[in-house]
């Protein structure tokens, strides 16, 4: 049925063609070549929509879907009149132009003819690009990032039509180009709940790896954006040359001829538009001189608050990496030094808090040199594990069924040396700054949001847990059961100095499955594996595996019957809601089982092995839950819901100087590899002695908020708050640590 809509605009519009095809075979006026031209592309789109369409690939009402193809017409129309219209306004063609003395009207005609083209080719495709991700977009668009964006296209446009010689088809590359940004960043939403950020376009690979797994239905939006791209590309086929004689001096043309001026002044033109163009994204900035500041938390508020393409140039601009007020390298030096020997003298914790941390280094001198004589005497093994979207969703009042969530991951796993709530910087995707905040110690928060540092930077001169315990003699291995360009690991985990790294080929092809690839227990065997094999059985051994069998989507309908949960929530919106959850709650409940298992072979192994498992992010629908159930709450409170994923620290071995009494309390990934390392007795660099004091002032923190020691939630920019001096501390030594070396 839907089909059959924009099929009749493409019959309607090839009918057009073929009959000015037949009046010019007979002599009669008919369409030129550049207006049949430029109806190619509008009939695309119908063929487009109507093959979506007889896939059933379209979630629309049929009205919606009417008044979008009543657009498609419209366009199609302005198009099949451009001849007409173009010798209206215009007058004749060049080689019929009148003399000089009388074409300043005609000049003046096509100079208004081309700011109208401009304006309206650019209104819609800031319409077309905003409509993808939410409905009514002028009218939820803020004014001035409304002005930003329209004035951007305008001056894009501008530009590539003087630089193509008065062209419209250079043109026409905006409107596409952005429906497309449009669309992607709708298709974004969607699978991960977030949007499209600079750092994405570097991580293009990863993307097209996990593209497959997803079904690209489209709401009326997208219907929409493609229609309202028609109506600009409508508009860019009225950008032609001016039909009129170069108005130059008579010496100028007789030396160089017409068409070379038209050409030359339509160059130095172009170049001048290109300056403003540069100038305007470069010079400025969007964020502080233009009030274009994205929200790390919910970057897609933002977008369809300030529009997607000034948030866009604002985090482009942003990328660098911010050099914090009053930094300097000896003051920076200083501060850590500083930290480092309260952490030497242990005199920085005030007992009783729930949230303070029960390592041995926590105001007990005593048992971290315990903690240290049993690192000497047997350096335990250590396995990271980063599961994919493991979030524990019994947050949301256990989804209104008494979900309870991970029970042996929160209930059946006792002994543990700590456990909690683990702060992210990333919810529905990325998970790839979760594990550079986990290895490397470092945290979004002063890298910078709206990055992807594994895509962005050389990590050969970057401090990790990796090449730290590769110093102390260990055989370092990271592993992920993917294509090993995934986020570019390949690269980074070689600079990191891992021994090994195994990828989806070191698996067989047999190799179990689950839902989106090999499953947990698979990878959990591979790392049995490896400590059990006899060659590096006297050597300590880090391991870091990143599971895969989690990862979205979730509508792929592949769980086994007897395995999918079957809860029904109320409240919520998205339309596939149940169907994503319980997609979702069987692939936990399959990792639960497999950590289990993972914990029970631990158990059997005769070497001391301290296991660190935590989940990277939350699905992306988490945040359909927390806005339905939790609106009427602040909004740090609201936003941290969904960026909270659980950990576990937990040792095989009775450990020295710690009380594994399943403790619990919050921390954050960057904070990880210190703890890890306290527990184990190994030896601390002075980054991390500065972070294991800076936490009992800061328990956790990520990229938009810092959690005090009394368990409350601040604004990274309140100065007036009891994190906020720690926070300035950190941030320095963070710098210093880093930033430096990746310049």
Known sequence: MFALLPALVLVL??????????????????????????LVPQLLTCTFLTAYAANNMLLTRARWFGYACAILLVATL????????????????PEAAVEAAHQWPRVVAHVLLTIVAILGMAFFTILAMENAIQEHPMMKLETFPYLLELGLVCLAGVTLYLLSGRRGAAVAALPVILTVYGLVNYFMLKFKGTVLIPADLMALETAATVAGSYSYEMAHTCVYSLAWMAIALAFCSYLVPCRTKVLAPARLLAKHGERRCRRVSCMLMGVASLAMLVAFVTVPSWRLDFGIKVFAWMPRFSYASRGSLSCFVSEVQDS???????????????????????????????????????????????????AVAQYEEEKPSIVFVMNETFADLSVFDGLQNNYRGPWFFKKGLTGTLARGDLSCSVTGAGTCNTEFEALTGESMLYAGSGKYPYTM??????????????????????????????????????????????????????????????????????????????????????????????????????????????????????????SLLNEYLSCIQASDEDLEYFVDELKKLDRHVILVFWGDHHPGFSTNYNDAWYGDEDEMTHTQRVYQTSYLIWA?????????????????????AAMTLDYA?????????????????????????????????????????????????LSKVSYLHFATKVK
């Open 78 to 93: 302005v198009v099949v009149c451009r001849d007409r219209m173009l010798d209206l306004v215009l007058g004749p063609k």
């Open 320 to 370: 660098p990496i911010a050099k914090p007020t009053a930094y300097k390298a000896s003051t920076a030096e200083e501060i850590l030094a500083s930290y480092a020997n309260q952490f030497d003298v242990c005199t920085f914790v005030e007992k009783g808090d729930a949230t303070q941390s029960t390592t041995p280094a926590a105001g007990d001198d005593a048992a971290r040199q315990a």
């Open 652 to 672: 095989n071995y009775d450990v020295a100087g710690a009380a594994q009494t399943d403790s619990g309390f919050p921390t954050s990934p960057a904070y990880l």
């Open 457 to 578: 930077y050389d990590f050969s001169k970057v401090d990790n847990i990796a090449r730290q315990l590769k110093e102390e003699g260990y055989k370092t291995t990271a592993m992920h059961p993917n294509l090993a360009t995934n986020w570019h690991r390949n690269t980074v985990y070689e600079q990191m100095g891992f021994d090994d790294f195994l990828d989806i080929d070191d698996w067989p092809d047999d190799a179990p499955t689950f839902h989106n690839g090999i499953s947990d227990k698979a990878t959990y065997d591979m790392v049995l594996d490896l400590l059990r094999s006899p060659e590096d059985e006297e050597v300590p051994q880090f391991i870091f595996d990143v599971t895969m069998q989690n990862h979205s989507g979730y509508n792929v309908g592949n769980i086994p019957e007897d395995r999918k949960y079957h809860y029904k929530t109320d409240g919520v919106t998205e339309f596939t809601n149940n």
């Open 681 to 729: 007795g190994a030896p601390l660099s002075d980054y991390q002695k500065t972070q294991m004091v800076v936490r009992q002032t800061m328990p956790a923190f990520n990229a938009f908020g810092l959690m005090g020691a009394d368990g409350k939630w601040y604004e990274v920019e309140d100065e007036n708050s009891p994190v906020a001096a720690v926070n300035n501390d």
């Open 13 to 38: 519009g090839v009918a057009c063609i073929a009959l000015s095809h037949q009046r010019a075979k007979k002599g009669k006026p008919a369409l030129s070549r550049g207006t049949v031209a430029w």
